[in-house]
């Protein structure tokens, strides 16, 4: 079970920054590339652990949720905005690459004429007959064999990476003598670098998505596995990312470096057949990205409307047909109580107090909408403990349509906790026309701005940066119940990502309308 997480969390990790490495390194120096790496990864860990530990103390498994309860409704719109622009510019960078690579191949294995008609079919073949099957699937737990299959294949760009740098020393092509050019330290190009690094290392917009797809964190021993998961994955990431890093630099550090360092390789069969390999791992990652993307619109476009619901596990004095209506107020959990006490750890901060402070009545009745309404039927204690309950069977509603069942079978010592996104369901219909939808976007910025260099900057300092670290950091501190180390490394996170946000978004403007210049 760890093990498919982990590398399902390492190949959301792993990305189209790879291929981007050698063109940071080349614009900040090997040293300087190697401690950005580490910083990176150091502070994904940090929001990592935030995002872990605010969801066992609220109850919530949903970032938005968590904001919305410290920010309010503004604060849940701004990260769903967030998160839909940072997902799907790193999808666009995704098929990006697929078009700088994918009609390359075609044009060399079927001797075509490569133009851009050739990017655009490609593009659009591979999108409607790879991307869109695999992105219809339903579970993330699924992609756990492609993704084994993507490391495996991040492998062999390693080692055709180490061939073509010993190639080219043997060849003479990388002197001795040359070595005293190298760059190793180049604070002009840190600006610039850092969003792409730290986007490179990112995995908070996955995190819910992976680690809800098995079980859901219910305790503080649950926490620190996800956190070894997590550390074991960006160790693994840095080692890749460092090491097609410098190789990467050692062979092509001479001739100017673009966003993809698979462009650098002299024509041969080991270098389509690399070319080939990486579409492959490109079109098996897409998914992984596109699973939160779908999920954030979703709730963006459904959540407005219909409110998310939870339930209160029945008394045990209750009859075996006691049906609870599952109301939509948020000053109340969202639910009716049969008890003489609410447990409202969802909203309440583990103090009894409601989204935006209000203090929450306990005998308070919620009124029933017509829409959205879950029952419970025929629920009974568990024999396990008497806290703890077995829901046998749910009915929910929809806009007055006829029931749809749903099974569930599992057990909590305290509430359910439907709130995250990933559990909410999505009819076979939105969940194909989001999915198409979301592709279609792609595809058509992919092709308007071929620029990987840019993407990755502007939504890596811009978009990632506020949802993968200045949001965790803000919301972690304002929800409470933190130690002072937390407390001080939550406000260092907070202030580096405000820096990244201002000064690294403004250079990477910079250098994008110098470029436009020069050419």
């Given at each position: 079970?760890?093990?498919?997480?982990?590398?399902?969390?390492?190949?959301?990790?792993?990305?189209v920054?790879?291929?981007?490495?050698?063109?940071?390194?080349?614009?900040?120096g090997?040293?300087?590339?190697?401690?950005?790496?580490?910083?990176?990864?150091?502070?994904?860990?940090l929001?990592?652990?935030?995002?872990?530990?605010?969801?066992?103390?609220?109850?919530?498994?949903?970032?938005?949720?968590?904001?919305?309860?410290?920010?309010?409704?503004?604060?849940?719109?701004?990260?769903?905005?967030?998160?839909?622009?940072?997902?799907?510019?790193?999808?666009?960078?995704?098929?990006?690459m697929?078009?700088?690579?994918?009609?390359?191949?075609?044009?060399?294995?079927?001797?075509?004429?490569?133009?851009?008609?050739?990017?655009?079919?490609?593009?659009?073949?591979?999108?409607?007959?790879?991307a869109?099957?695999?992105?219809?699937?339903?579970?993330?737990?699924?992609?756990?064999?492609?993704?084994?299959?993507?490391?495996?294949?991040?492998?062999?760009?390693?080692?055709?990476?180490?061939?073509?740098?010993?190639?080219?020393?043997?060849?003479?092509?990388?002197?001795?003598?040359?070595?005293?050019?190298?760059?190793?330290w180049?604070?002009?190009?840190?600006?610039?670098?850092?969003?792409?690094?730290?986007?490179?290392?990112?995995?908070?917009?996955?995190?819910?998505?992976?680690?809800?797809?098995?079980?859901?964190?219910?305790?503080?021993?649950?926490?620190?596995?996800?956190?070894?998961?997590?550390?074991?994955?960006?160790?693994?990431?840095?080692?890749?990312?460092?090491?097609?890093?410098?190789?990467?630099?050692?062979?092509?550090?001479?001739?100017?470096?673009?966003?993809?360092?698979?462009?650098a390789?002299?024509?041969?069969?080991?270098?389509?057949?690399?070319?080939?390999?990486?579409?492959?791992?490109?079109?098996?990652?897409?998914?992984?990205?596109?699973?939160?993307?779908?999920?954030?619109?979703?709730?963006?476009?459904?959540?407005?409307?219909?409110?998310?619901?939870?339930?209160?596990?029945?008394?045990?004095?209750?009859?075996?047909?006691?049906?609870?209506?599952?109301?939509?107020?948020?000053?109340?959990?969202?639910?009716?109580?049969?008890?003489?006490e609410?447990?409202?750890?969802?909203?309440?901060?583990?103090?009894?107090?409601?989204?935006?402070?209000?203090?929450?009545?306990?005998?308070?009745?919620?009124?029933?909408?017509?829409?959205?309404?879950?029952?419970?039927?025929?629920?009974?204690?568990?024999?396990?403990?008497?806290?703890?309950?077995?829901?046998?069977?749910?009915?929910?509603?929809?806009?007055?349509?006829?029931?749809?069942?749903?099974?569930?079978?599992?057990?909590t010592?305290?509430?359910?906790?439907?709130?995250?996104?990933?559990?909410?369901?999505?009819?076979?219909?939105?969940?194909?026309?989001?999915?198409?939808?979301?592709?279609?976007?792609?595809?058509?910025?992919?092709?308007?701005?071929?620029?990987?260099?840019?993407?990755?900057?502007?939504?890596?300092?811009?978009?990632?940066?506020?949802?993968?670290?200045?949001l965790?950091?803000?919301?972690?501190?304002?929800?409470?119940?933190?130690?002072?180390?937390?407390?001080?490394?939550?406000?260092?996170?907070?202030?580096?990502?405000?820096?990244?946000?201002?000064?690294?978004?403004?250079?990477?403007?910079?250098?994008?309308?110098?470029?436009?210049?020069?050419?």
């Amino acid at each position: 079970m760890s093990f498919g997480k982990t590398v399902n969390l390492g190949n959301s990790i792993i990305g189209v920054s790879i291929l981007a490495m050698p063109y940071c390194f080349v614009q900040s120096g090997l040293i300087l590339s190697v401690l950005l790496i580490i910083l990176s990864g150091f502070l994904t860990r940090l929001s990592c652990h935030f995002l872990l530990k605010s969801a066992f103390i609220s109850r919530r498994r949903s970032f938005e949720l968590m904001v919305q309860d410290v920010l309010g409704s503004t604060g849940r719109l701004m990260v769903e905005i967030g998160l839909i622009g940072f997902l799907l510019g790193t999808c666009v960078a995704y098929f990006i690459m697929i078009g700088d690579l994918a009609p390359k191949v075609i044009a060399e294995l079927f001797d075509f004429k490569y133009n851009r008609h050739l990017r655009i079919v490609s593009t659009l073949i591979l999108s409607l007959f790879v991307a869109l099957p695999l992105s219809l699937l339903r579970r993330v737990d699924s992609l756990t064999s492609f993704s084994l299959l993507s490391m495996i294949l991040y492998s062999c760009l390693i080692l055709k990476l180490m061939f073509e740098t010993t190639d080219r020393m043997m060849d003479g092509k990388v002197a001795a003598d040359k070595f005293d050019k190298i760059s190793y330290w180049n604070i002009s190009g840190l600006l610039t670098t850092f969003p792409i690094f730290s986007m490179a290392m990112s995995c908070q917009t996955s995190l819910f998505e992976i680690f809800d797809s098995a079980a859901t964190v219910s305790d503080l021993e649950a926490i620190k596995r996800d956190n070894g998961i997590i550390r074991k994955a960006i160790y693994m990431c840095s080692f890749v990312y460092i090491t097609v890093g410098l190789l990467g630099y050692m062979a092509f550090h001479e001739q100017t470096l673009y966003g993809n360092i698979l462009l650098a390789f002299p024509p041969s069969l080991t270098t389509t057949l690399t070319k080939i390999g990486f579409i492959v791992t490109l079109l098996m990652s897409f998914p992984l990205c596109l699973f939160p993307c779908r999920t954030s619109v979703h709730s963006l476009t459904a959540g407005r409307a219909k409110k998310h619901s939870n339930f209160q596990p029945v008394p045990t004095s209750a009859s075996a047909d006691t049906l609870i209506p599952i109301a939509n107020d948020d000053n109340n959990c969202g639910f009716t109580t049969t008890a003489k006490e609410s447990d409202c750890d969802d909203d309440s901060n583990n103090n009894n107090k409601g989204q935006n402070g209000r203090s929450i009545n306990q005998n308070h009745t919620s009124s029933i909408t017509a829409t959205n309404r879950i029952f419970t039927n025929h629920m009974k204690p568990s024999s396990a403990s008497s806290n703890s309950h077995s829901y046998t069977s749910l009915l929910e509603y929809e806009d007055d349509s006829s029931p749809r069942h749903i099974s569930a079978s599992q057990s909590t010592s305290n509430i359910v906790d439907i709130h995250s996104p990933s559990r909410l369901y999505i009819s076979d219909f939105k969940f194909r026309l989001l999915t198409v939808l979301l592709i279609s976007v792609t595809v058509v910025l992919s092709l308007m701005f071929p620029n990987i260099e840019f993407i990755l900057g502007i939504i890596g300092s811009t978009a990632g940066t506020t949802v993968c670290f200045v949001l965790p950091a803000f919301t972690f501190i304002k929800i409470g119940e933190h130690t002072r180390t937390e407390l001080l490394l939550a406000r260092l996170l907070l202030l580096i990502g405000l820096a990244m946000l201002i000064f690294c978004s403004y250079s990477t403007l910079h250098s994008a309308s110098l470029n436009i210049t020069t050419n």
